[in-house]
DNA sequence: CGCGTGATTGAGGGTCCTCAATGCCGGTGG
DNA sequence: CCACCGGCATTGAGGACCCTCAATCACGCG
């Protein structure tokens, strides 16, 4: 239970200020689409650069909203608890994804977000995101691009929790995150997670014991290849086949 | 079936120009927290105002997105179909809600959106919507607070998917009408339903006979009234307490 | 090295799904 | 006007899938 203790204080500001022109993640973070310029103009409303260590909360559902973070690296959880004292995980984020957009509808967090890992995020106080994006257009729409790519992903979800089996929804997971893995420079078809089982049964609407039963079931399946927190998809085209893709 | 088919050549434009200044959603829609002048700034671009009749689709999933539609009265749903067949309904959408949020990621409609009940449309064109908005800040800010409510909603169906059993689903959704519908002027706790159960069942992830099996439990218990489309809710504190709420 | 957390696996039970029959309501046509 | 029909809803019986409870195992950290 110790990595669940909050520890906002020890969330401390990083070293140096962080620039979005020399950033690795240009493209797949709030800068796509800009030019040299624009970027330059957005890194001047990027004021710090947040560690946040593995098992430390970022924010807290209920807390004032003032600012967006992007993931510099690392890796989050988002849950939401109701006061009954359920639990569901919303979603993971990695690098170059943007936290914290459910709060802008009533400045409050709507989550509690925590890292997984040692982490980096950079702070986008979102009054300014509002105010430059009126001079950059294209930051405005990327941004706008941003919370719409969140809408359909979670309508994916809905689709997931709503209609597949443990197995359908274990396997799409894992070829969800190896798209968005990919698509950072890292391998689509080993890599470790970030979660436990119980984290990944609360975000897939299933318990723990299914998650470990399913993983196992897709090995003996050939499909994949699992132990502990190290996955290999061997066999992707399959995967897609048995979600129906 | 007649109502699956498409007719978007019968979604036709109506007579008269539409206006938000004498709308009466001013203060659920996109005009929300705007002065005077800025809504009548705001009124300028929306071109349209569109009929659907009940059964005929808005849009469909695929198709080119330029424009946003707030309900101007009238019922929707939204779904997603996947390439295997199997469908979710993603929302159900009344009164100065906001349609196609999803498309502008891709720019192209993520959803199948659907008329469930003879309604009309304002036509908000997205470049214009975020050109008019850079000339009055606060109209930005609340079309961002109306996305990131979608996207809080959404996180609150994946808690309904995630956790709950089919009476506690059943009570949230019908809940959650009874809130919308209040804030429209209607009555809390009496209202006709405008989807089927099979409607009903994908949108909670349960199957038609699971629902009305758990309207009939609900009526047992003494929580609601149901009888075909007509619902009352009779105990609506207890409602919320078996939600845990 | 031992402890605690996390993961795996099994047995049994509950919830929801599947399949099927019946009922209800509104619309259509004889 | 009534009979019929199709779509929608209700209800029941049986089975599948996942959950619950529990024991054991593996791993990492102090």
Redesign the pocket.
Known sequence: ?LNKLVAEHSVVAAQQKPSCTTCSLRDVCLPVGLDDAEVQHLSTLIKHKFRVRRGEYLFHAGADFKSLYAVKNGFFKASILKTDGRTQVTGFYMTGELLGLGAISLEKYSCDTMALEDSEVCEVPFAKLEEIGRAIPPLMNQFHKIMSREIVHDHDVMMLLGSM???ERLATFLLNLSTRLSRRGYSSTEFNLKM???EIGSYL?????????S??KLQEEGLIS?S??RVKLEKIAELYRKIGD
Chains 1, 2 share one sequence.
């Open positions: 239970m089996k443990a197995e436990t089982r119980h609407g299933l318990k723990l014991e299914t998650v470990s039963r993983f196992s699992i502990n927190k």
